[in-house]
């Protein structure tokens, strides 16, 4: 499991609390979900954790460094199970992911990051780093899990490694994604049973290559 600690850890001062750290995160999902991205502020949120607003600014540059970081560590939950196959890891972690974007505080906080991150660059690397990068774990956790049991070839060409296990989760979290908040449909056993028979057949494809 990735770490669930802010990666902002480059400044310097006194060590950082994990205490202190779990409730700021916490006090700005919480204000999110009650006040919207617009009228969240960083003294808002020190005041809801019982910190000075000093406290924040010596961890975040700004709300959005925030924000990120308070949904990241919400995302760092999913865990990929061996339940015996590619498809039933696939489809509980899929379940596991759409459950999460139930949640008010996911999907306020990810739609605010995503939506503001269209005008700003340093935020949506941020979001890449803090959330995507550190989630294709589950892709490789998943990919090499399914090697060893014999489902997947092993990779032909290490080379292709990195671009399929990010196809492989562009695919899955934009197909969640667009089907829970975008297009506000269930993602049921159903949905997901259908998502993961095309994509086992599918990376079947990929691995064997042409």
Avoid at 98 to 107: G, V
Wanted: with cysteine; net charge neutral; hydrophobic share 45%.
């Amino acid at each position: 499991m990735c770490s669930r600690t802010s990666p902002r850890t480059s400044r310097t001062g006194r060590p950082r609390s994990t205490e202190a750290d779990a409730a700021i995160l916490e006090a700005t999902r919480a204000a999110l979900v009650e006040l919207g991205w617009s009228k969240l502020t960083m003294g808002d949120v020190a005041t809801r954790a019982g910190v000075a607003k000093t406290t924040l600014y010596r961890r975040w540059a700004n709300k959005s460094e925030l924000v990120v970081d308070a949904v990241a560590v919400l995302f760092d939950e999913l865990e990929l199970p061996d339940l015996g196959s590619l498809r039933a890891d696939i489809e509980h972690v899929v379940l596991q992911f759409a459950a999460l974007l139930e949640r008010p505080e996911t999907k306020t906080a990810l739609m605010a990051v995503v939506a503001e991150s269209t005008r700003d660059e340093p935020l949506r690397e941020r979001i890449r780093s803090s959330i995507v990068d550190r989630q294709k774990r589950l892709v490789l956790d998943g990919r090499r899990r399914a090697q060893l049991r014999g489902e997947l070839p092993v990779d032909r060409d290490p080379e292709t490694v990195e671009a399929t296990d990010g196809l492989i989760f562009d695919v899955i979290a934009g197909a969640v994604v667009h089907r829970a908040l975008v297009s506000a449909e269930p993602v049921d056993a159903d949905w997901v049973g259908r998502l993961s028979a095309l994509l086992v057949g599918g990376l079947g494809a990929v691995a064997a290559g042409p």
